[in-house]
């Protein structure tokens, strides 16, 4: 097949899978932007709360690899000398062309490391995780707590 032809035909999958998911809305009209697939491009509807896609200029090779991407909210972890390790980072992210069977509603995406790996949590699960931090965040508090005694003490406790 030539290239123009193969560039038509992903373009009509492409539109295919596209008219098949329901426009998302917050009541107002849908901000747009345009996904490039290999070279076609395709305007589609844009979450609120998107600030970013897969690369900057949002090129994917396959439709499925487009995804949204919020704001994320980082927690790194502080270092004596003022630098900082990479913490844990929460973002709402959404692959809305993703494979028949997966989910394609916006989810919370949960990386503690700094290896790829994250956790997908609904917003049920994400309420339980942030009930969890508020409750870790008192632990370290305590613990810091108890070492401005030690501290005080020089260092006897």
Known sequence: MSTPKLAAASAAKARNILDKIPAQSDGNKPRKVTVYVGRVPLTVDEP????????????VSNLEDFHHIGHAAEIPVPQPDGTALGGMSVV??????????????????????????????????G????????????????????????????GQA
């Open 92 to 125: 709402l992210m959404q692959w809305p062309f993703s494979a028949p069977g997966d989910n394609k509603q916006p989810y919370l995406s949960v990386e503690d490391d700094g290896t790829g790996q994250a956790a997908a949590l609904d917003s049920v699960a």
């Open 48 to 59: 609120e709360w998107c600030r970013g896609h897969q690369g900057d200029d949002a090129h």
């Open 127 to 154: 309420m339980a995780f942030a009930d969890r931090l508020r409750a870790y965040a008192d632990e370290v508090e305590c613990k810091a707590r108890q070492l401005a005694v030690m501290e005080q003490l020089g």
